[in-house]
C-alpha cells in the first residue's frame, strides 16, 4: 500500500483467502410418495439416498413429521465416516414408537457452509388389521342354495393370496375340512366350497379366515 502523493508511504501486508466446499447434493430414492408402511413391514422402512459427495458433508440425517405439522424429528443420524465410497446408501428408519398415520419424510444433509434438504415424499404408516364390518353372510346364518358366503371388513384388503390356507372350512360332527375355493373384491372376501352344502343339511359349518392383511 503506498500515498497516492509521492510514494513516501509504503506498506506491505500479506492476505490470506479461504474458500469454503460448497455442500453435497443428495436424492432421496425411496420412498417415494404415497408410501406405506404396515404390520408386515416389521416396523422397519428403508431410505435409500445417493447423489451425495463424502468429501462435501458432515452429515446425514433421516427427518421425519406428522403430515400438516411443521415440527420435524430426527429418526437417525449418518456421519461422513458412516456413508461408503459409493453414492448410495440404504438406511433403515424403525417407526416402531410411531403412531399409525400420515408422515412426511426428508433427509436433511449438513457440511461446512450450511444445509440443504431433499424434497419431502409423503406416506402412511398403517399397522392396523382390518375389523370386520357388519355380519358374516349369509347373514341369518343359515345356507340355502344360491347363498353368498363371504366376510365384509372396514378397509380394502390385500387380495392376493387368499387360497394359501387363509380360509378353512370345518364339518363340526366329523372334523373333516371341506375344500374352497376364495376371492376377493376391495374389502370383501368370497367363500364358494367346491362341494354342495346341502348335502350336509342340519350340520354346523365352521368357517375360519385369518391373517387377513390391509393394501
Given at each position: 500500500?503506498s500515498?497516492a502523493?509521492?510514494?513516501?508511504?509504503?506498506?506491505?501486508g500479506?492476505?490470506?483467502?479461504?474458500?469454503?466446499?460448497?455442500?453435497?447434493?443428495?436424492?432421496?430414492?425411496?420412498?417415494q410418495?404415497?408410501?406405506l408402511?404396515?404390520?408386515?413391514?416389521?416396523?422397519?422402512?428403508?431410505?435409500?439416498?445417493?447423489?451425495?459427495?463424502?468429501?462435501?458433508?458432515?452429515?446425514?440425517v433421516?427427518?421425519?413429521?406428522?403430515?400438516?405439522?411443521?415440527?420435524w424429528?430426527?429418526a437417525?443420524t449418518l456421519?461422513?465416516?458412516?456413508?461408503?465410497s459409493?453414492?448410495?446408501?440404504?438406511v433403515?428408519?424403525?417407526?416402531?414408537?410411531?403412531q399409525?398415520?400420515m408422515y412426511?419424510?426428508?433427509?436433511?444433509?449438513?457440511?461446512?457452509?450450511?444445509?440443504?434438504?431433499?424434497?419431502r415424499?409423503t406416506?402412511?404408516?398403517?399397522?392396523?388389521?382390518?375389523?370386520?364390518?357388519?355380519?358374516t353372510?349369509?347373514?341369518?346364518?343359515?345356507?340355502?342354495?344360491?347363498?353368498?358366503?363371504?366376510?365384509?371388513y372396514?378397509?380394502n384388503?390385500n387380495?392376493s393370496?387368499l387360497?394359501?390356507?387363509?380360509?378353512?372350512?370345518?364339518?363340526i360332527n366329523?372334523g373333516?375340512?371341506i375344500p374352497?375355493?376364495?376371492?376377493?373384491?376391495?374389502?370383501?372376501?368370497?367363500?364358494?366350497?367346491?362341494?354342495?352344502?346341502?348335502?350336509?343339511n342340519?350340520?354346523?359349518i365352521k368357517v375360519?379366515?385369518?391373517?387377513?392383511t390391509?393394501?
Amino acid at each position: 500500500v503506498s500515498d497516492a502523493c509521492n510514494d513516501g508511504i509504503t506498506k506491505t501486508g500479506t492476505i490470506s483467502a479461504f474458500f469454503t466446499s460448497p455442500c453435497s447434493n443428495i436424492i432421496l430414492n425411496y420412498p417415494q410418495n404415497n408410501w406405506l408402511s404396515t404390520s408386515a413391514s416389521n416396523n422397519t422402512l428403508p431410505i435409500e439416498f445417493t447423489g451425495y459427495s463424502v468429501p462435501n458433508l458432515t452429515n446425514v440425517v433421516v427427518q421425519y413429521a406428522a403430515s400438516g405439522s411443521s415440527s420435524w424429528t430426527d429418526a437417525l443420524t449418518l456421519l461422513a465416516s458412516d456413508l461408503n465410497s459409493s453414492t448410495t446408501k440404504v438406511v433403515y428408519w424403525n417407526t416402531q414408537n410411531l403412531q399409525d398415520g400420515m408422515y412426511n419424510v426428508r433427509l436433511k444433509l449438513t457440511c461446512l457452509s450450511g444445509t440443504i434438504y431433499s424434497e419431502r415424499v409423503t406416506g402412511m404408516i398403517d399397522r392396523r388389521a382390518p375389523q370386520l364390518y357388519g355380519k358374516t353372510d349369509p347373514t341369518d346364518d343359515i345356507y340355502s342354495i344360491g347363498d353368498i358366503i363371504g366376510i365384509s371388513y372396514d378397509e380394502n384388503i390385500n387380495n392376493s393370496n387368499l387360497n394359501n390356507n387363509k380360509v378353512t372350512m370345518t364339518r363340526i360332527n366329523t372334523g373333516d375340512t371341506i375344500p374352497v375355493q376364495v376371492s376377493g373384491y376391495q374389502n370383501k372376501v368370497n367363500i364358494v366350497p367346491f362341494v354342495n352344502l346341502i348335502g350336509y343339511n342340519g350340520e354346523i359349518i365352521k368357517v375360519v379366515v385369518k391373517n387377513i392383511t390391509d393394501l
